[in-house]
């Protein structure tokens, strides 16, 4: 059974935002280059640039060219904290999940019925209309893999809401626009019989030669 994995770069987000909560970076102080935050947090520099892109979509914190990070709100990163809470509390409901699942043993029919469980959690956060989601694999010849939902505009090309990717043995739910889509992922999205077909036509169409 794959387990539920955070993205490290949003965990990372959370820990900065945490401490701009606490006052240890205060509004309008100018943080270290992604560099040296990257070294602050142990990890590697992709992963501080993500995390700080998240924060700043989220105007808790603005990169300023040539001079590092300014701190822009300590309110937003409490709303920023507040929703990360909630949302790991799927986790619970992934571990109800998990004893369903080994004593029913209906293989993919529990894990049809799981995702449903999960979608209508999420989607109480989400406040969106409840859907049963679809699954995909991309081709691995496709030319759109190793690229970021966000930079290849899935919603904007497909109409399809991804709401989580299956890599390997880690299920990552609710990705974000920074998580990239490798070759053998399973992408689970939300969206109309159209929008499954949209989807095999917008990865598969154009695969490398």
Same mark, same amino acid.
């Given at each position: 059974m794959p387990k539920i994995k955070e993205p490290r770069y949003h965990k990372i987000a959370q820990? @900065?935002?945490?401490?701009i909560v606490n006052k240890k970076f205060e509004v309008g102080q100018k943080l270290h280059a992604r560099s040296t935050l990257a070294a602050t947090f142990g990890v590697s520099a992709e992963t501080a640039r993500k995390a700080i892109s998240v /924060?700043? !979509?989220l105007d808790i914190v603005?990169?300023?060219h040539g001079s590092g990070v300014e701190v822009l709100s300590r309110e937003k990163a409490v709303e920023f904290l507040a929703q990360a809470k909630e949302s790991r509390n799927l986790q619970e409901t992934h571990s109800e @999940?998990? !004893?369903m699942i080994a004593q029913q043993k209906q293989g993919l029919l529990a894990l049809d019925q799981s995702?449903? /469980?999960l979608l209508d959690q999420t989607q109480r956060v989400s406040q969106q209309n409840p859907m049963s989601p679809f699954e995909f694999i991309p081709k691995a010849d496709s030319s759109k893999l190793n690229q970021s939902i966000g930079s290849l505009n899935v919603w904007q090309n497909t109409g399809a809401t991804i709401v989580a990717i299956l890599h390997e043995d880690d /299920? @990552? /739910?609710?990705p974000g626009p920074y998580a990239n889509i490798l070759p053998g992922d399973?992408?689970?999205f939300i969206g109309s019989d159209k929008t499954v077909e949209a989807m095999q036509q917008f990865f598969d169409s154009s695969t490398s030669n």
């Open positions: 820990d @900065i935002a945490e401490a /924060l700043a !979509d603005k990169a300023v @999940i998990k !004893d995702f449903s /469980l /299920l @990552i /739910l609710s399973t992408i689970y």
